[in-house]
C-alpha cells in the first residue's frame, strides 16, 4: 500500500475534474468565497448570505466528490443554483473521478517539479494570499514568487499592431532592467512581446501565468516562450497538469494577473478583451493601471484609450510607469545604438516610413522612387535595423529588435 | 489564366488539386482501367482577403474570432501558397498621396517591354524564365555579392524557402529582362523587388 498521499495531491485531482471552477473547488473544500469572473452569482456583498461550509479536508473532499455526493456540500448547491444542476454536477464529476489515479496523477507533478501551494499553506505567494478571490491552489513552475522588488503586468490585445507590439518589448526589457518583475499572460500579440523584452534585458526573472497545465503551452507558437519564462523566471498556474487553456478559464487568470501586481499596463486593447478584464480586476483591488495611448482610428487602442479617458495614467514613456511604481530608471549611460548609421542614400526612404505600419504603394508615392531601388533601400535598412517589413508594410524601428 | 476570387473560400480538398498541374503542367485523370493524360497549362492568379471579415491586417479592425482566422488561414495551406512566384499585398491607400503620385505608363508601353523581355528568354532556349531549372539559373540567373547577402537574410530568418530562392531568382531574372539587362549577373535591385513581391503568408495567420 502506498504511503499517504499529502492534501495537495487531492487538491491536484480535484481541480483536474471537468468543470471545476475555482468557486466549485472553495465551494467544496469549505471556504467562503468573494467569487471571481468565471463564477456567476457571487460577489463580495452576496458573501454575508452564503452558507458558510466547515473546512473540509482536501481527502475528505475527495471522498465525497468520488462517492458523488459533491451535491451534499449546501455551498455548492448554492453555487449552482438548483438541486438538480447540483446533482448532474455530482454524477459528472464522479464518472470523471472514477478514472482518475490520484497517486499517480502526484507522481507526475513531484517528477515534473511543479510546486504545488495551497491557501494557507507556507509556501503560498504571499500576495495572492489576501486577496479577497485567492486561488485555493496555485501550482508553479520555475523561481519562488517571493518578490523582492515590484511587480508590473502589462498586457494587451492578442492582435495588435506593430507599433504595440514595439512598445511592449521596450516596456519589459526597460522594466526589468530597472529590476521590476513583469507579469504577463503569455497570450499571442502584446504578452508573448512584453516577456521577450524582458528575457532580451536578462535581468529581473519574469512571471507568465497561465490558463492551463504547464505541459499544454498554449498558443502552440508560444512553446518556446513557456520554457523560456519557466527557466528564467516562473510559470504560474490555477491548474494541474493536462488541462487544456480552454477560454472560460481566462477570466480567473486575469484576476491572478491583476493580484499580483504592484501596477498594471495595458498597452493595447480593443473596446473588449481579456486585458479590459485584467485592468477591471486591477481597479477593484485599488491597483493603478496605466494606458499606452493609441491613435485614435486604431480599433485595437479603442479599450486602452478608454482607460485613459476613465482616468488611468497614460504612459508614454518607461518613466511614466517606473514613477507608478516609485522606481529609478537606473543609473549609467544609455546604451548605444548599436546598429551602423543609415546610409545617407536611405535618408529619403527613412523619412518617407512611418512608426506605423507603411504600405510599399504609398513608400513609392511618396520617395517618387522606382520599385527595384527601393526594394533594395527597404532591405539594407532591414539587414541594419532601421526597418522592418512583411507583406508588402514597412516600418522604422525605433530601436534593434529584440531576438531577431 | 485561371483567376481564383477569394481563394480562402474554396475547400482545402479542391485546392490540393491544383498542385499537380502547377508543377506538371498536365491533369491525369483516371477512369477504370484507363487514364487520360490533358494539358493543363495555365496561369494562375488568385486574390484573397487576410481573414473571413475581410478587414485583417496590422491595422486591426479584424472582427473574426482566433479560431475563425486560423481556420482560414489554414486553408491556405504552406505548400501550396509557396507554389506562387509572385504574392503582392494590397492594402487601403491613403487618398492624399495617391492622388499627388505620378501616373502609370500605358499598356502599349508596357507590351513593347514585355515582347522585348520574351525576346531576352527567347535566347536561353526558353518560353519564359518560368521554365529555367536550377542549373539554368546558376548560369543565368547569378547573384551577385550584394544580392546574395539579401536573400542569405530571407533564408536564414526563415522567411525563404531553398524554392522560394529559386522562384524569386527567376522572377529576378524576369525583372532584369523588363530593364533591358539581360546579362547573367543579376543586379541587388531586381533581387531586392522579386523579395519584396514575396509577401510574408505569416501575416495571413494575424503574426505581425
Not at chain 1, 334 to 354: E, F, I, N, S, T
Not at chain 1, 372 to 381: E, R, T
Not at chain 2, 76 to 87: A, C, E, I, K, V
Not at chain 2, 180 to 192: I, K, M, P, S, T
Request: hydrophobic share 45%.
Amino acid at each position: 500500500m502506498a504511503a499517504a498521499l499529502p492534501a495537495e495531491a487531492y487538491v491536484v485531482a480535484l481541480s483536474s475534474l471537468p468543470g471545476m471552477w475555482p468557486g466549485r473547488l472553495a465551494a467544496l473544500l469549505g471556504q467562503r468565497r468573494a467569487g471571481t469572473s468565471g463564477d456567476r452569482g457571487c460577489g463580495p456583498l452576496a458573501a454575508a448570505d452564503e452558507p458558510r461550509a466547515p473546512l473540509r479536508s482536501p481527502r475528505s473532499a475527495w471522498t465525497l466528490v468520488r462517492s458523488g455526493r459533491a451535491d451534499q456540500e449546501p455551498a455548492l448547491v448554492h453555487l449552482l443554483r438548483t438541486a438538480d444542476a447540483a446533482r448532474e454536477a455530482a454524477a459528472n464529476w464522479a464518472a470523471a473521478a472514477a478514472d482518475l489515479d490520484v497517486a499517480r496523477l502526484w507522481g507526475r507533478h513531484r517528477r515534473a517539479g511543479v510546486v504545488v501551494d495551497l491557501l494557507g499553506a507556507p509556501g503560498y505567494p504571499a500576495r495572492l494570499a489576501c486577496d479577497r478571490a485567492a486561488p485555493y491552489v496555485i501550482f508553479r513552475v520555475g523561481r519562488d514568487l517571493a518578490l523582492d522588488g515590484p511587480a508590473v503586468a502589462i498586457v494587451g490585445t492578442r492582435r495588435c499592431t506593430a507599433g504595440g507590439r514595439e512598445v511592449a518589448v521596450e516596456l519589459g526589457r526597460g522594466l526589468a532592467e530597472a529590476g521590476a518583475r513583469v507579469v504577463s499572460g503569455l497570450a499571442l500579440g502584446i504578452d508573448g512581446a512584453a516577456h521577450q523584452g524582458v528575457l532580451a534585458a536578462g535581468r529581473a526573472a519574469p512571471i507568465g501565468v497561465v490558463a492551463g497545465g504547464f505541459d499544454r503551452p498554449y498558443p502552440a507558437r508560444h512553446r518556446n516562450l513557456w520554457a523560456q519564462v519557466a527557466e528564467a523566471g516562473a510559470l504560474v498556474s490555477e491548474w494541474p497538469l493536462g488541462a487544456r487553456s480552454e477560454s472560460w478559464r481566462f477570466p480567473a487568470r486575469n484576476r491572478v494577473i491583476a493580484a499580483l501586481a504592484d501596477a498594471v499596463v495595458v498597452v493595447e486593447s480593443r473596446e473588449r478583451g481579456g486585458s479590459m478584464i485584467t485592468a477591471e480586476e486591477a481597479l477593484a483591488r485599488g491597483i493603478p493601471v496605466l494606458a499606452v495611448p493609441g491613435s485614435i482610428r486604431n480599433p485595437a487602442c479603442a479599450g486602452s484609450n478608454r482607460l485613459l479617458r476613465d482616468g488611468a495614467a497614460p504612459a508614454c514613456a518607461l518613466e511614466d510607469v517606473l514613477a507608478a511604481l516609485a522606481l529609478q530608471a537606473p543609473a549609467g549611460a544609455p546604451r548605444p545604438d548599436p546598429r551602423p548609421p543609415p546610409p545617407p542614400a536611405a535618408g529619403p526612404v527613412l523619412a518617407a516610413l512611418g512608426w506605423e505600419p507603411t504600405s510599399i504603394d504609398l513608400l513609392l508615392a511618396r520617395t517618387g522612387l522606382d520599385p527595384g531601388s527601393l526594394a533594395v533601400q527597404l532591405a539594407h535598412l532591414e539587414l541594419d535595423g532601421w526597418a522592418s517589413g512583411g507583406a508588402g508594410l514597412w516600418q522604422r524601428m525605433a530601436a534593434p529588435e529584440a531576438g531577431r | 489564366m485561371l483567376f481564383l476570387d477569394e481563394l480562402g473560400e474554396f475547400p482545402a480538398a479542391v485546392l490540393d488539386t491544383l498542385r499537380q498541374p502547377l508543377e506538371d503542367g498536365v491533369v491525369r485523370v483516371s477512369r477504370a482501367r484507363h487514364t487520360v493524360v490533358l494539358p493543363a497549362r495555365f496561369l494562375l492568379v488568385a486574390a484573397t482577403n487576410p481573414c473571413p471579415c475581410g478587414e485583417g491586417g496590422p491595422h486591426g479592425a479584424c472582427r473574426c474570432s482566433e479560431g475563425a482566422r486560423t481556420r482560414y488561414a489554414r486553408r491556405l495551406s504552406g505548400p501550396l501558397l509557396d507554389r506562387f512566384d509572385l504574392r503582392v499585398a494590397v492594402s487601403r491607400p491613403d487618398v492624399g498621396d495617391l492622388l499627388d503620385a505620378p501616373s502609370a505608363p500605358a499598356t502599349a508601353v508596357v507590351a513593347a517591354r514585355v515582347v522585348a523581355a520574351r525576346a531576352l528568354a527567347a535566347e536561353r532556349g526558353v518560353r519564359c524564365n518560368a521554365a529555367l531549372d536550377g542549373s539554368a539559373l546558376d548560369r543565368m540567373a547569378v547573384l551577385g555579392p550584394a544580392a546574395r547577402r539579401l536573400a542569405e537574410h530571407r533564408l536564414r530568418s526563415g522567411r525563404l524557402s531553398a524554392r522560394g530562392l529559386h522562384r524569386v531568382r527567376r522572377v529576378a531574372r524576369t525583372l532584369a529582362d523588363l530593364a533591358g539587362e539581360g546579362g547573367a549577373v543579376l543586379d541587388e535591385r531586381h533581387v531586392a523587388a522579386a523579395l519584396e513581391l514575396r509577401a510574408d503568408v505569416a501575416v495571413l495567420e494575424g503574426a505581425t
